[in-house]
């Protein structure tokens, strides 16, 4: 399988591209986002020069599934899925700000704790605890979506002065993310998973908060597996996961971790089809359903998206 790393959609209306590190997105009408979730993956900040087959279509369908799974607690911007690897969705204006929760002491929030700092993004973290413990409740710790470079911690209460959103908006995107997060809890309880920290975007349409963005991806979110986490913890040892921390692991093994004049390990096809494989595995385990693998190409996309534009009109 070729993987699909750009796009060049002519498509009805098209007003604009926007390409990120894995997305293109288009811009039909100032109405509606065409999402392609590409088969580029990133890491350190890198777009890897390899792309992924499958991967896009991974994290499509497992975002298209939990924006399905929360819809009840508030609106999304998802219309339709005309493609395993697309969602086209309403244009909405985003807040300026990523709403991370964590239910567990793990990643950054685990490093800051471990050089002795207490607070962070103006919530206060418990002594005594240790890495991967679970939080009391869990913590809201935002960060600022940056043009440039690494996203921010930010507290509410910046987040208010800066104009970013008002103390009202942030009130309610906070319970949004509480409500949507403890969906996801009781998700990946089913599946024998722990949903242990994640993030959210948010934005307006027609004066109403909508969540927009991928939900709950392995890209997005970090997963440990239920079985033996207690054990694992009350020994110290590393928890099993379920994230693309295996592919930073990977690069840091072999020398890479983003910094200047280092270089990217070669990405062999027994990398890229480890890692295909690796993404698969996440996915069949997140959604509890088998995944295909059928053959796709870029012009079968763009006919699908184009029949889907044509559908709203």
Not at 53 to 72: S, Y
Not at 106 to 132: F, L, Q, S
Not at 233 to 245: F, H, I, N, V
């Amino acid at each position: 399988m070729e993987a699909i790393v750009k796009t060049g959609f002519s498509l009805p209306g098209q007003a604009g591209k926007y390409v990120g590190k894995v997305r293109d997105v288009y811009d039909i009408d100032g109405k509606y986002l065409v999402m392609v979730v590409s088969d580029r993956i990133s890491a350190f900040d890198v777009v890897l020069p390899k792309g992924i087959p499958f991967k896009g279509q991974v994290l499509n369908l497992i975002a298209a599934k939990f924006l399905d799974a929360t819809k009840d607690i508030l609106p999304n911007w998802k219309v339709a899925v005309p493609d395993p690897q697309v969602t086209v969705g309403y244009k909405c204006e985003p807040f300026k700000v990523e709403m991370v929760i964590r239910g567990y002491l793990a990643g950054h929030a685990w490093r800051e704790y471990k050089a002795g700092k207490r607070v962070i993004c103006g919530v206060t973290m418990p002594d005594g605890m240790v890495e991967n413990q679970k939080f009391p409740e869990p913590i809201v710790t935002p960060t600022s979506k940056a043009a440039e470079g690494h996203d921010e911690d930010i507290s509410r209460e910046e987040l208010i002065a800066q104009g970013i959103c008002t103390a009202e908006e942030y009130d309610q995107l906070e319970k949004y993310t509480r409500a949507i997060y403890q969906r996801g809890t009781e998700i990946a309880a089913k599946m024998g998973l722990i949903l242990v920290d994640t993030k959210y975007e948010f934005g307006k349409r027609d004066g109403q908060i909508y969540l927009m963005d991928e939900v709950h991806t392995p890209d997005s979110s970090r997963y440990f597996y239920a079985e033996g986490y207690e054990e694992r913890l009350a020994r110290g040892e590393r928890q099993k996961q379920l994230s693309k921390e295996f592919v930073r692991e990977w690069l840091m093994a072999n020398g890479f971790q983003g910094q200047e004049g280092q270089k990217v390990p070669e990405m062999t096809p027994e990398v890229v089809s480890h890692i295909t494989d690796r993404y698969i595995e996440l996915y069949e385990n997140i959604t509890g359903e088998k995944f295909n693998r059928a053959e796709y190409t870029a012009e079968g996309i763009e006919a699908n998206v184009k029949a889907c534009l044509a559908s709203l009109k």
